[in-house]
Nanobody, 123 residues
Framework: VQLQASGGGLVQAGGSLRLSCAAS????????MGWFRQAPGKEREFVGW????????RYGDSVKGRFAISRDNAKSTVYLQMNSLKPEDTGVYYC?????????????????WGQGTQVTVSS
């Protein structure tokens, strides 16, 4: 599975961005998808996840109520809608694919990773 993340950019605090993650590969729709982010000098952090089985979603505590994940299997694309952005949301955002239908929040549970897209939120 190959993943291509896009949609990052510079936005003011309170603004919105939508990230996309396009997947390719014969079984890409059979993977649950996660979003992670990494700020300079910090570890990669779980942002959210969507199951391939029933499209259920889960989010990290820092983004609950502000971010939403969706997927369009016909386009093999997963989206991360980010609203009410804060400066602490700044970082490189990665999408990743996991073969498990259950929630996985650890980076080691994901087999494939996109290249990352930079999100910068100014105050």
């Amino acid at each position: 599975v190959q993943l291509q993340a896009s949609g990052g950019g510079l936005v003011q605090a309170g603004g919105s961005l939508r990230l996309s993650c396009a997947a390719s590969g014969r079984t890409s729709t059979s993977y649950s998808m996660g979003w992670f982010r990494q700020a300079p000098g910090k570890e990669r952090e779980f942002v959210g996840w969507i199951s391939y089985r029933d499209r259920s979603t889960r989010y990290g505590d820092s983004v609950k109520g502000r971010f939403a994940i969706s997927r369009d299997n016909a386009k093999s694309t997963v989206y991360l809608q980010m609203n009410s952005l804060k400066p602490e949301d700044t970082g490189v955002y990665y999408c990743a694919a996991s073969p498990w239908y259950q929630l996985k929040t650890g980076t080691s549970e994901y087999d494939y990773w996109g290249q990352g897209t930079q999100v910068t939120v100014s105050s």
